[in-house]
């Protein structure tokens, strides 16, 4: 961050109100100085805290919050190594809920002057209190259900022991079996056949017929885990045995396959929410940082960072009512609506998915288009217009961007957050290739990429 950058933060530190510039922000944001104090706090931090957001201004976390005074310690080592850390595990209380042990995942990143030194700390704050009970209390519901379906799994036998005449267990024959049992060994009816001759297998397994022996002079229930194979298929079993006499034994058997696939499914779905979470968190704070790079005054900066985050928020409702692919001509016109009017002609090419990563990166990108060529391009004049839209050739997208203007257009004299959003569009889509031009006549921009054909 450069001097000039630098004096569109510095009326945080002579203390105006700048919580309006963070208040859409889709996480809770505080900015603090090198002695720890916070210069900026919006809404939705002092919503976690239970602290009015202008109360945090001047004040440090040890003062304003003691039961969290510890993470003090880790902002002071960003502070002195200079580099950025996520999702720091943070626990502690605060005055929104008085003795009630909450979850934080902070991010911190670190501001510099021109010189390279860190002035400031950037803390991105997510609380996850909620989602971890929700991890315990699946944890809690496992425990139960072993517990539960101890010996009322899908299978359950009752078998009594054959003796040989010295009184040693030879075998064990059916006494009872119900219809799943029965069904899992597609053997019919089971009373009365001796396990030996239906399993040859158990004999060996420690896991059945010698342990079924050793049960028969317990009085606990005990259980295993156990693989069987049938037709080239391999399913996982809990095998729940317990002596009801020191004759017979009741065997329950419960497929735990189907489970452990929820299982599964519960431990992907928990990583997809971490992973967009911490994908949130760093495209806003690249958005805060760029904004305020740009920024002449604060006004600006927080009309920027505002319409920056909106189109970010769409783009994100995208992604939460997809299914993982997201059609073109959504995210066209999720990023364009705002700026609708007759001189921005759209022409939706063929039907085209775009894949998750690449969902963001384009919405922001043609936000950015559309903002610059009001400000700057076609659309600040009276007479320029737009023409945007695509065409497909086998697995190629064409996507081009002509801005038209009567009175001529110099290339800017740096790059601007519309070409990095540009070129970071064209790398997250496959094989994505971009051409800029910054032609007399106006913006010329395409982007070519692989994609697949919708439907």
Not at 123 to 134: K, N, P, R
Not at 172 to 193: H, I, M
Not at 319 to 340: K, W
Request: charged share 25%.
């Amino acid at each position: 961050m450069t001097a000039s950058e630098l004096t569109t933060i510095a009326p945080w530190a002579q203390g105006i109100d700048f919580q309006s510039v963070f208040q859409t922000a889709p996480i809770a944001m505080i900015v603090l100085d090198r002695e720890l104090r916070y210069v900026a706090c919006n809404d939705a931090m002092a919503e976690i805290n239970g602290i009015p957001s202008p109360a945090h201004i001047g004040r440090t976390v040890g003062e304003l919050l003691p039961e969290l005074a510890e993470v003090e310690a880790r902002f002071r080592s960003v502070l002195a190594n200079g580099r950025s850390t996520r999702d720091m595990r943070v626990v502690g209380v605060t005055p929104k809920a008085p003795g009630v042990r909450r979850v934080w995942l902070e991010s911190i990143r670190p501001l510099r002057d021109a010189a390279g030194a860190v002035t400031h700390l950037l803390v991105s704050v997510q609380e996850i209190t909620a989602l971890e009970a929700a991890q315990a209390s699946l944890r809690d519901s496992e425990r139960t259900f072993r517990a539960s379906q101890q010996l009322r799994a899908d299978s359950f036998s009752i078998l009594r022991a054959v003796r040989r005449p010295d009184g040693q267990v030879c075998d064990f024959t059916w006494e009872y079996a119900n219809p799943s049992a029965e069904a899992r060994l597609q053997q019919g009816t089971l009373v009365g056949l001796r396990l030996l001759e239906v399993v040859p297998g158990s004999r060996e397994n420690p896991a059945l017929f010698p342990r079924y022996v050793r049960l028969l002079a317990q009085s606990a229930p005990d259980e295993v885990e156990l693989e069987i194979e049938k037709d080239g298929v391999r399913r996982l079993y809990r095998n729940s045995a317990v002596a009801i006499d020191g004759e017979r034994l009741a065997v329950a058997m419960q497929d735990l396959s189907d489970h452990l696939r929820t299982e599964e499914h519960l431990r992907l779905v928990s990583a997809e929410f971490h992973h967009r979470v911490r994908n949130v968190i760093a495209v806003t704070m690249g958005m805060v940082a760029q904004s305020a790079k740009s920024a002449a005054d604060l006004p600006g900066f927080s009309k920027d960072l505002l319409r920056r985050l909106e189109a970010l928020g769409r783009a994100q409702d995208l992604l939460v009512t997809s299914s993982g692919a997201v059609p073109l001509e959504d995210i066209v016109r999720g990023a364009l609506r705002p700026f609708s009017c007759e001189r921005l002609r759209i022409r939706m090419g063929p039907p085209v998915l775009l894949q998750e990563p690449s969902v963001v990166p384009v919405a922001l990108a043609l936000n950015e288009l559309a903002t610059n060529a009001i400000k700057h391009g076609a659309l600040a004049g009276p007479e320029g217009w737009i023409d945007f839209g695509w065409t497909t050739a086998a697995r190629e997208v064409v996507l081009t961007w002509s801005e038209t203007s009567p009175r001529p257009v110099e290339p800017p004299s740096h790059t601007g957050l519309g070409t990095r959003l540009l070129a970071d569009a064209a790398a997250k889509v496959p094989g994505g290739r971009l051409r800029q031009e910054f032609a007399p006549s106006g913006l010329q921009v395409e982007i070519r990429f692989e994609a697949e054909p919708a439907g």
